[in-house]
């Protein structure tokens, strides 16, 4: 029988099955207040998991950015539905998979800045940023859609240095 870890966080639940035990899961509504909060539980896990403070700043930086993304654009106004967050830990390696059943949208498709060193960060146009700054940190960003939902899987080598 699988063994599951509950942390509660309002609907929030972090789950590790043995049958998997590199895999985590968060279920959340996507809502800001809901999503906001799991940093800190993602932050804990991968502390106890041994990984390093620049590397749980930057899984977090991705993490806010895609998770608040789909609060704001994937649902309907006042009518939020599930975000999945998945977490599979390698050796060398995380994988982020967000999960949601909002309206079809391929972030890689959009058009992301493209920033120099001469460019003023307040003088940046609103949009593209946040798949910008995730590019720069993961290794591979892939999306799909199947099943009606939208599916982004993001690595991040754990050994590489990013500067995020």
């Not at 699988?2 to 929030?12: E, K, N, V």
């Not at 654009?73 to 539905?81: D, H, I, L, S």
């Not at 593209?128 to 899987?153: E, H, T």
Request: contains cysteine; hydrophobic residues 35%; aromatic residues 10%.
């Amino acid at each position: 029988m699988p063994y599951f870890l509950y942390i509660a966080l309002w609907r929030t639940q972090l789950r590790k099955c043995n049958n998997n035990p590199e895999h985590y899961s968060f279920v959340i509504d996507a809502v800001y207040e809901q999503a906001s909060k799991v940093n800190n539980q993602i932050t804990s896990l991968l502390q106890k998991e041994g990984i390093d403070h620049r590397q749980i700043n930057n899984i977090n930086l991705i993490v806010e950015e895609i998770a608040l993304n789909i609060c704001k654009y994937a649902y309907p106004q006042n009518q939020p539905g599930p975000l999945e967050i998945s977490i599979y830990l390698q050796n060398t390696f995380i994988t982020l998979v967000f999960k949601d059943q909002g309206k079809p949208f391929n972030p890689l498709e959009h058009n992301a800045h493209q920033i120099s060193d001469e460019d003023d960060l307040d003088d940046l146009i609103p949009g593209g940023l946040g798949i910008f700054l995730v590019r720069q940190i993961a290794r591979q960003v892939n999306y799909s859609y199947k099943d009606n939902n939208n599916i982004l899987s993001i690595r991040i080598d754990l050994d590489a240095e990013t500067s995020a």
